[in-house]
């Protein structure tokens, strides 16, 4: 059955996305939508909501992806915005995209979805029921397809440690955190090894009296700014860098953080390899650490009526607060497990996006993947497949196949870190679903027509305009984009004029040459 009307659920990153696309294919889209606002978390409120069913920011959050990487792949960031823009500022990028494509009368504001099942004829039609309550009361609808955009940062998770509940002090989810005001002279004990424990550690370490920071396991701290004082993704999120053995990737990225801060010294350093680790971007928590203000400590063994006992026998006294930034569950309470389960492990989503027995190909998750980079990106493409496939353009593998792809891809994440945990490369991932439609820049085809362009795309920063050259809904500004991803960057940063005008050098030139030498004898070798 040809698909028309289309639900998307979440006016977040993911679900924006989703309804442009489905208008793309010339679908219906309706998106239902509880906030009043588009933009999902990154719509700013100072007030903690009681039913704790958002995620929020805190006052100090700076985007952890420079902007060249982190926009949708045909709609860049203004120029002068810096390159890692505050979250409080995020939120209109977004408004400014739904209303730029006239997505806001496609969205049914202050409307929360209920509940989502297969409508009674799904097994001929593969249509579903959604049950959602707005301001006109409740109501049932049939759609053709939906897409659940209601993201991966819902349910905030807290840890609980013998004795916590003796605890005379404070405990709250970063997720409940603003701002440090209120913890001027408090000594603060910060829980996690990821960006938000480091940005709300070294929050508070402004205004309290102390600031511990308690890491099981260590971290990987990343700074923002990369080689030579450019942003940093612009350098790891490279077509070509993971053509390269990750064991060498890896070593580029730890010896230029090594000439950064002393991991060791600091007792920050994770007791696993970088890419198989926790990350935390931050470009402040060194300096803290080396001015007193801040003090990492290892995980929590238990806590006491006055503070807590570390797992080396350590003790905190006289802890006013404690700031768990331990990260969230999945919980889409709407639809059933067998579609999305609520454990990590028990998710059988092929390529993140499509529960894999569903008898139609009419129900996808956009959004429910986590990458070691910029999100949106991710997310669009995955809603741009999404569409083709309801389109019946592209065609999804028999269920076996989709099963066993989903069991490999855990057993290899779960060999690599130890956990069931979703953390993947982006470029890979996002290449990997945009040749499924046809829009990643095919290196080749591109070269004869613009090697300039195509070395870009495939030796430069791989920004998410290059999936809009090729493929469905190409968009002309797209080569532009890519071309001037550096000044970009600079118009963001650069008011005033310098003596040295200097440009970006991503390689060594000596290896830039053999790549290019190496190629262009494959082109010909391919050509013969
Ligand atoms: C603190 C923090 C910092 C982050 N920093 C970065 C960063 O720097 N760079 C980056 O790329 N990513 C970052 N992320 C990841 C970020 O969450 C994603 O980039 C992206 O914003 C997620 O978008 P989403 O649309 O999938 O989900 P969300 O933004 O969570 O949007 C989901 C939407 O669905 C709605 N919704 C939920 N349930 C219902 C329902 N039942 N009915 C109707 N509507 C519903 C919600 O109201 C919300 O608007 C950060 C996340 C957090 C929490
Ligand atoms: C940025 O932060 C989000 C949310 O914590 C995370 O999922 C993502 O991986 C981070 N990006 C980078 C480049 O580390």
Redesign the pocket.
């Known amino acids: 059955m040809a698909v028309k009307q289309v639900a998307v ?7 924006l996305a989703s309804i442009k696309t489905c208008l793309e294919e010339g679908f219906e889209p309706v998106c ?4 009043e606002k588009v ?4 719509v700013f409120r100072d007030e903690v909501r009681t039913d704790h069913e ?2 929020a ?1 805190y006052h100090a ?1 700076v ?3 420079s902007k060249e990487m ?1 926009c949708y792949s045909d709609y860049p960031f203004p120029k002068d915005c810096p390159p890692y823009i505050p ?1 409080k500022r995020l939120g209109k990028y977004y408004e400014d995209y739904a209303e730029h494509f006239g997505l806001l009368k496609h969205i049914r504001f202050s ?3 209920l509940k989502l099942e297969e409508a009674e004829d799904y097994d001929t039609t593969g249509r579903w029921s959604v049950t959602t309550e707005g301001p006109g009361g409740k109501s049932t609808d049939i759609f053709d397809a939906v897409m659940v ?6 349910q905030a998770k807290m840890p609980t440690y013998p004795g916590q509940d003796e605890f005379e002090g404070e405990i709250l989810h970063s997720n409940d955190y603003r701002k440090a005001d209120s913890y001027a002279n408090k000594t603060v004990l910060v829980v996690g090894g990821s ?2 424990a480091g940005d709300v550690a070294v929050d508070t370490s402004r205004k309290s009296k102390k600031t511990y920071i308690s890491m099981r396991n260590g971290t990987w701290v990343i700074t923002r700014a990369g080689p030579m004082g450019w942003p940093r993704d612009l350098f790891l999120n490279r077509r070509f860098n993971f053509l390269l053995p990750e064991w060498y990737r890896r070593n580029m990225v730890e010896k230029d953080l090594a000439t950064r801060f002393n991991v060791d010294n600091l007792g920050l350093r994770s007791t696993r390899k970088l890419f198989c680790s926790e990350v935390m971007v931050n470009d402040d928590i060194a300096n803290r650490i080396f001015c007193g203000a801040l003090t990492a400590k290892p995980g929590i063994k238990h806590f006491t009526q006055k503070g807590v006992v570390f797992t080396d026998g350590t003790k905190i006294d006289n802890l006013d607060s404690v700031i768990y930034a331990t990260g ?1 569950n999945i919980k889409v309470p ?1 639809v059933g497990t067998h579609l999305i389960s609520d454990k990590i492990d028990e998710l059988q989503l092929y390529q993140y996006v499509f529960p894999a027995k569903q008898k139609h190909p009419t129900f996808a998750c ?2 429910f993947v986590m990458t070691v980079g ?3 990106p991710v ?1 669009e493409i995955q809603a741009r497949w999404a569409t083709q496939v309801f389109k019946g353009n592209v065609s999804l593998p028999p269920v076996s196949g989709m099963l066993k792809d989903i069991e490999m891809k855990k057993k290899f994440l779960y060999q690599k870190f130890g956990k069931h945990i979703i953390f993947i490369p982006p470029i890979p991932y996002q290449d990997g679903i945009a040749t499924k439609i046809g829009a990643k820049p095919t290196f080749k085809s591109l070269f004869l027509k613009d090697p300039i362009l195509a070395l870009k795309c495939f030796f430069g920063p791989a920004v998410p305009a290059s999936y809009r050259l090729q493929g469905p809904h190409v968009w002309s500004g797209a080569r532009d984009t890519i071309m001037n991803v550096w000044q970009n960057t600079v118009s963001g940063t650069k008011f005033r004029d310098t003596p040295i005008a200097n440009g970006p050098e991503g390689y060594p030139i000596a290896l830039k040459l053999i790549f290019l030498v190496c190629i262009v004898a494959g082109l010909y070798l391919v050509m013969m």
């Open positions: 659920i979440g006016a977040g990153v993911s679900g239902f939508e509880r906030d933009g999902g978390v990154w958002e995620s920011l959050l985007t952890n992806s982190m979250g409307t929360k979805v955009c209601t993201g991966m940062f819902s960006h938000s969230y709407f956009v959004g910029a999100h949106a997310f």
